[in-house]
């Protein structure tokens, strides 16, 4: 049997390289026989860096940038493709889980850092430049990223207003003479791991400001805040980013890279797959074992593993599912029963949140143990039906 081991990232504990070794390890303790093929997947959160370099074959680059906060601190980002591209992951410099809980607060955070980092590839050369933007602690539209290329955003005395989700209220005019000519000449494509639109109930502010320290009262300061701020957009650079798709991915970030920088939104899972050319590395299977930390309403939003089920799925190709966790509604989705064959829960047993994911790795090889002993039934049962 020839199988696909491609698992997307689970996160908090287990990157997806490392998830991918340790399902090709069970696997291989199930079914000794079965042909193992790893590919680990992304969507633009999680080691997606990681993920394409490891694929693609290049090299990762250090830089200085500021967290959240504005404390300096060594980022990285991968290089490929000649040196010509770069992949910038937000979560590096301007992630969540770079603050301890109670410095969490999204009317403080920026996401300068993420922008440091964009210069930092500009000047290393590369002309096409991918940001994942998964993971930020961030709900300021962007707007400390794009600062940091150069743009201005000033209050009404000509002032630069204060990083931040809070700041955006004093925000009057941005002014993009300053803006790195570089940026003009570079292709600039953010990679989306949610579609969510800037404004409204599934925004970035009231879907995930809670999520990354906002009360109740700082969502609606931030709502009130990034519909200000594509007000401005829209009077001054003459483009409405309210309603695009992936326009609130990273606190907003999508916005500023469409409204501010002129750059592409792209959905992250479809965008990785492709560059993985996921389709060739799928001729020939008999089988994907892919995985996620949670299965939710979120990964039916096209997260990797569903991007790459509806790729299998077109190809008439099982797929199996381990996820330290099914939702209730994943559990009763028919459309997610029409995508993953099976969905098998990599605990075997009630536990708390802090033992799953420290004791990820283990179990996701013990649950990959037990559906390599299943396929290997399942082939053996086949082939004595076969038998006249």
């Known amino acids: 049997m020839n199988i696909l081991v491609a698992p997307n990232a689970l996160k908090g504990s287990l990157g997806p390289i490392e998830a991918a070794g340790a399902i090709a390890e069970g696997l291989a303790q199930g079914y000794p026989d079965a042909r193992l093929d790893e590919l680990p997947i992304a969507d633009g959160g999680d080691a997606t860096a990681a993920v394409l370099v490891r694929a693609l074959g290049g090299t990762f680059a250090e830089a200085t940038a500021q967290d959240p906060l504005g404390r300096s601190r060594k980022a990285s980002f991968g290089i490929f493709g000649d040196g010509n591209e770069a992949v910038i992951e937000v979560a590096q410099s301007s992630g969540l889980a770079l603050l301890a809980p109670m410095e969490q607060n999204p009317l403080a955070a920026s996401s300068y850092g993420a922008g440091q980092l964009v210069l930092a590839a500009l000047e290393r050369g590369c002309r096409r430049i991918d940001i994942a933007l998964g993971g930020s602690a961030t709900v300021d539209g962007g707007a400390g990223l794009v600062e940091a290329l150069g743009v201005r955003l000033l209050d009404g005395n000509g002032d630069v207003v204060a990083r931040g989700g809070g700041g955006l209220l004093q925000l009057e005019h941005i002014d993009v003479a300053g803006l790195d000519s570089r940026v003009a000449k570079a292709d600039i494509v953010a990679l989306c791991d949610v579609d969510n639109a800037l404004l409204g109930d599934a925004g970035a502010a009231r879907a995930f ?12 300061r931030l709502e009130a805040n990034l519909a200000h701020f594509a007000d401005i957009i829209e009077r001054d650079l003459r483009r409405d980013v309210r309603h695009l798709r992936h326009g609130g991915a990273a606190g907003g970030i999508g916005a500023a890279v469409a409204g501010i920088l002129g750059g592409h939104l792209a ?34 939003q096209n997260k990797a593993p569903w991007a790459l089920a509806r790729a299998a799925r077109a190809m008439g190709i099982p797929v199996i599912v381990l996820a330290g966790g099914i939702a209730e509604e994943v559990e009763v989705d028919r459309e997610a029963f029409h995508l993953f064959d099976i969905m098998v829960p990599a605990c075997p047993r009630p536990m708390a949140l802090a033992e799953a994911m420290r004791t990820a790795r283990e179990q996701l090889v013990a649950s990959a143990r037990r559906v390599g002993q299943l396929l290997r039934l399942g082939g053996a049962v086949a082939v004595a039906r076969r038998v006249p």
């Not at 400001?209 to 609606?220: N, S, Y």
Request: charged share 30%; glycine share 14%; proline share 7%.
């Open 209 to 220: 400001g809670p999520q990354k320290g906002a009360t109740p009262e700082g969502v609606e």
């Open 267 to 300: 959905p992250g899972a479809d965008f990785v797959l492709e560059r993985l050319n996921v389709r060739e590395r799928l001729a020939g299977k008999d089988v994907v074992v892919t995985a996620e930390g949670q299965l939710d309403r979120q990964t039916l």
